[in-house]
């Protein structure tokens, strides 16, 4: 009784109307459970993950697992986006720090032309040529300087051994993102990924591509420096420095020793769980690929790996026991069992000082030929300002210094001169099926009707809302509302918005401006809206947790709710209508939903009348060029901006029906 006088109160408030308050909700809380779009997508990653263990168990000769190796390798390069061109690391000292047993160099080099890491090289006194250890951060925001990122320099430089900490894109010096003061315009250092991810998506990329070539880049720096041994390279680091690890040691056989922290699991336990992480932590089509967390240790058997983790850790320690037992049967298959192991240390996310031991002792293992035990000890740290490399503290305060968004920007503007070509010589339908394509939206011939439920009928002082459901082959159902005013006209209206069914149905909002001119218009809550949403939508990242899961399984979040879109459109066309005779239907898009809304109208022409676009970008070009594109994420598509861009739809929908406004 409580959560229904609840539900009644919101639609009141909602709605905005004095009248007495409405319950606009159409599923129970029972369908709402099962119906939610994220519930959906966990069914299909578990399935294909299933699918992938069947593989898994197939492998069982050297050569089986060389093949599966390579294919999965080469699908991971792929989809980050391939790896940039190695540029002159122009490397440079800034300063030298005198410490007990070793020094500290606050370095600077290039990861690309004018795309600067800064870094803090440990160096221990030794006449001779010592293995380097690359040490990726975690997200932290100070990254390089931070109490645990310093911890793993000094104990691996007293253990006879050179570390290389480096700040990743977002953190430390090399926020992309500044404020008009010269400072991080976010403090939430997963935030800068995501922006990177908006922009870096379309043109089919990952923010992955940047840490993982900055991590390669610093091996290419260290293993330049004449004290350090090139052929003894480790890598190891935390949280999302385990994330950069685990690429970067399933992608360069130069890591001749790998300890990956607080970050392995399996995707099974992960979505069981916490769900998708950062931006780079998602590879676009992973999971239906077959590419699963236990595969980073997996690609570069059999050289040594230790998996470090935590008891209490959010990323699961049962997965954890679950990777590596995958990776110790198939080292086994390979001859070397003892080169892959896992600790376990009491204790919370993070490296622990028995963690920083531990690895510590695996590399000198195998770096070093020294088994000696490494004893668990608090390690005393400098400030942070001793550490840094710039007195602005930003790379981006460099001349002509280049970001993620600039990279990203010029590599569009590379795909922009082909997209061109290619629309000027190509024939409107195969354009069309190449989007279809990429979005996963099939042709209108295999879509079926949609049916409906009508879930009764509420009063209003003008006109009545009737409450429906509309159900597709999909599992999600479309919960919608039907705004009619007393006697409508043979036109009828979709309204489609980010909000869902409710958007602009206040008191004198623009649906009450239609009702008021005699139209009818059906609102639905989209795939992941509404009642089917997993939780609020956040305005900078949206529903990212939702979006990066359908991202995981290659199917564009996009795709999904232009199917919904177009069956939707569908309903209003041809409700007591006969298929040779529809009503005329005009599209409504808001915000986000207006991407939706012209991508089902440059697929289906011909089910709308007029199209009219609010409050959305013009070109998804321009996201890209933006360096914080708030609200964006969740209707980016994995290398879009490869075939075709937001004015290609506009000419397959029809120029004299597609009208913009910004209110």
């Given at each position: 009784?409580?959560?229904?006088?609840?539900?009644?109160?919101?639609?009141?408030?909602?709605?905005?109307?004095?009248?007495?308050?409405?319950?606009?909700?159409?599923?129970?809380?029972?369908?709402?459970?099962?119906a939610?779009?994220?519930?959906?997508?966990?069914?299909?990653?578990?399935?294909?993950?299933?699918?992938?263990?069947?593989?898994?168990?197939?492998?069982?000769?050297?050569?089986?697992?060389?093949?599966?190796?390579?294919?999965?390798?080469?699908?991971?390069?792929?989809?980050?986006g391939?790896?940039?061109?190695?540029?002159?690391?122009?490397?440079?000292?800034?300063?030298?720090?005198?410490?007990?047993?070793?020094?500290?160099?606050?370095?600077?080099f290039?990861?690309?032309?004018?795309?600067?890491?800064?870094?803090?090289?440990?160096?221990?006194?030794?006449?001779?040529a010592?293995?380097?250890?690359?040490?990726s951060?975690?997200?932290?925001?100070?990254?390089?300087t931070?109490?645990?990122?310093?911890?793993?320099?000094?104990?691996?430089?007293?253990?006879?051994?050179?570390?290389?900490?480096?700040?990743?894109?977002?953190?430390?010096?090399?926020?992309?993102?500044?404020?008009?003061?010269?400072?991080?315009?976010?403090?939430?250092?997963?935030?800068?990924?995501?922006?990177?991810?908006?922009?870096?998506?379309?043109?089919?990329?990952?923010?992955?591509?940047?840490?993982?070539?900055?991590?390669?880049?610093?091996?290419?720096?260290?293993?330049?420096?004449?004290?350090?041994?090139?052929?003894?390279?480790?890598?190891?680091?935390c949280?999302?420095?385990?994330?950069?690890?685990?690429?970067?040691?399933?992608?360069?056989?130069?890591?001749?020793?790998?300890?990956?922290?607080?970050?392995?699991?399996?995707?099974?336990?992960?979505?069981?769980?916490?769900?998708?992480?950062?931006?780079?932590?998602?590879?676009?089509?992973?999971?239906?690929?077959?590419l699963?967390?236990?595969?980073?240790?997996?690609?570069?058997?059999?050289?040594?790996?230790?998996?470090?983790?935590?008891?209490?850790?959010?990323?699961?320690?049962?997965?954890?026991?679950?990777?590596?037992?995958?990776?110790?049967?198939?080292?086994?298959?390979?001859?070397?069992p003892?080169?892959?192991?896992?600790?376990?240390?009491?204790?919370?996310?993070?490296?622990?000082?028995?963690?920083?031991?531990?690895?510590?002792?695996?590399?000198?293992?195998?770096?070093?030929?020294?088994?000696?035990?490494?004893?668990?000890?608090?390690?005393t740290?400098?400030?942070?300002?001793?550490?840094?490399?710039l007195?602005?503290?930003?790379?981006?305060?460099?001349p002509n210094?280049?970001?993620?968004?600039?990279?990203?920007?010029?590599?569009?503007?590379?795909?922009?001169?082909?997209?061109?070509e290619?629309?000027?010589?190509?024939?409107?339908?195969?354009?069309?099926?190449?989007?279809?394509?990429?979005?996963?939206?099939?042709?209108?011939?295999?879509?079926?009707?949609?049916?409906?439920k009508?879930?009764?009928?509420?009063?209003?002082?003008?006109?009545?809302?009737?409450?429906?459901?509309?159900?597709?082959?999909?599992?999600?159902?479309?919960?919608?509302l039907?705004?009619?005013?007393?006697?409508?006209?043979?036109?009828?209206?979709?309204?489609?918005?980010?909000?869902?069914?409710?958007?602009?149905?206040?008191?004198?909002?623009?649906?009450?401006?239609?009702?008021?001119?005699?139209?009818?218009?059906?609102?639905?809550?989209?795939?992941?809206?509404?009642?089917?949403?997993?939780?609020?939508?956040?305005?900078?990242?949206?529903?990212?947790?939702?979006?990066?899961?359908?991202?995981?399984?290659?199917?564009?979040?996009?795709?999904?709710?232009?199917?919904?879109?177009?069956?939707?459109?569908?309903?209003?066309?041809?409700?007591?209508?006969?298929?040779?005779a529809?009503?005329k239907?005009?599209?409504?898009?808001?915000g986000?939903?207006?991407?939706?809304?012209?991508?089902?109208?440059?697929?289906?022409?011909?089910l709308?009348?007029?199209?009219?676009?609010?409050?959305?970008?013009?070109?998804?070009?321009?996201?890209?060029?933006?360096?914080?594109?708030?609200?964006?994420?969740?209707?980016?598509?994995?290398?879009?901006?490869?075939?075709?861009?937001?004015?290609?739809?506009?000419?397959?929908?029809?120029?004299?029906?597609?009208?913009?406004?910004?209110?």
């Amino acid at each position: 009784m409580k959560r229904m006088i609840l539900t009644l109160l919101t639609a009141h408030v909602l709605c905005g109307h004095d009248v007495i308050a409405q319950d606009l909700t159409c599923l129970s809380d029972d369908q709402r459970a099962s119906a939610k779009l994220y519930t959906q997508l966990q069914q299909q990653a578990y399935k294909a993950l299933e699918r992938r263990a069947t593989v898994y168990e197939q492998l069982k000769t050297p050569e089986q697992i060389h093949a599966y190796q390579e294919k999965l390798r080469g699908f991971f390069i792929t989809q980050l986006g391939g790896l940039p061109e190695r540029t002159p690391l122009n490397a440079r000292t800034v300063r030298t720090i005198l410490a007990d047993g070793y020094r500290i160099e606050n370095v600077i080099f290039d990861s690309q032309a004018n795309h600067h890491i800064t870094a803090n090289l440990y160096l221990p006194d030794s006449a001779s040529a010592v293995p380097g250890v690359v040490v990726s951060s975690g997200h932290s925001r100070t990254a390089k300087t931070a109490d645990y990122n310093q911890r793993f320099g000094i104990m691996m430089a007293r253990q006879g051994m050179a570390a290389l900490c480096f700040d990743p894109i977002g953190q430390g010096e090399r926020s992309q993102i500044l404020n008009g003061s010269g400072q991080p315009q976010y403090q939430g250092t997963t935030t800068e990924h995501f922006m990177v991810g908006v922009g870096s998506i379309l043109v089919g990329r990952n923010t992955a591509r940047y840490r993982v070539w900055d991590a390669m880049r610093s091996i290419d720096y260290l293993a330049s420096r004449s004290e350090v041994d090139s052929e003894r390279i480790g890598f190891s680091g935390c949280s999302g420095g385990g994330t950069v690890t685990s690429y970067v040691m399933a992608l360069d056989d130069r890591v001749a020793c790998a300890a990956p922290a607080c970050y392995l699991t399996t995707f099974r336990h992960l979505i069981d769980t916490v769900g998708p992480q950062d931006a780079e932590q998602n590879v676009f089509g992973q999971i239906a690929f077959g590419l699963d967390h236990p595969d980073y240790v997996l690609l570069r058997a059999p050289r040594p790996t230790l998996i470090s983790s935590t008891t209490g850790d959010y990323f699961s320690i049962a997965g954890a026991w679950e990777n590596y037992r995958q990776a110790k049967r198939i080292y086994a298959r390979l001859g070397f069992p003892e080169r892959v192991d896992l600790v376990e240390v009491e204790g919370k996310h993070g490296v622990h000082p028995q963690n920083l031991a531990t690895i510590a002792h695996w590399m000198k293992r195998w770096l070093l030929d020294n088994d000696e035990p490494v004893a668990a000890v608090e390690l005393t740290t400098r400030p942070a300002s001793d550490l840094l490399c710039l007195e602005s503290g930003q790379v981006l305060t460099l001349p002509n210094e280049r970001s993620v968004f600039d990279l990203n920007a010029e590599y569009e503007a590379k795909l922009a001169k082909q997209r061109k070509e290619v629309w000027q010589t190509a024939r409107r339908e195969d354009m069309t099926g190449e989007i279809r394509k990429l979005l996963g939206v099939r042709p209108n011939s295999e879509l079926e009707p949609p049916q409906f439920k009508d879930l009764g009928r509420l009063q209003r002082d003008h006109y009545h809302i009737d409450k429906l459901v509309l159900r597709t082959d999909s599992a999600v159902p479309l919960p919608g509302l039907t705004f009619h005013p007393p006697v409508p006209v043979d036109d009828a209206y979709l309204y489609l918005h980010d909000s869902g069914k409710l958007g602009d149905s206040g008191a004198d909002g623009p649906i009450e401006q239609l009702i008021d001119e005699g139209y009818a218009v059906v609102t639905v809550d989209l795939s992941g809206q509404g009642e089917t949403a997993f939780g609020k939508r956040d305005p900078l990242l949206t529903d990212w947790k939702t979006y990066y899961l359908s991202y995981l399984l290659g199917k564009p979040l996009l795709g999904i709710r232009v199917e919904d879109a177009l069956a939707a459109g569908d309903f209003v066309a041809y409700y007591q209508k006969k298929r040779d005779a529809p009503r005329k239907v005009h599209l409504v898009g808001v915000g986000q939903a207006g991407i939706v809304a012209l991508h089902a109208a440059a697929l289906n022409p011909d089910l709308f009348t007029t199209v009219t676009l609010r409050n959305m970008p013009r070109t998804w070009a321009s996201v890209v060029r933006q360096n914080a594109p708030a609200g964006q994420l969740d209707s980016t598509v994995h290398g879009a901006l490869r075939i075709y861009d937001l004015p290609d739809l506009v000419r397959l929908a029809g120029e004299d029906k597609v009208h913009f406004e910004d209110r």
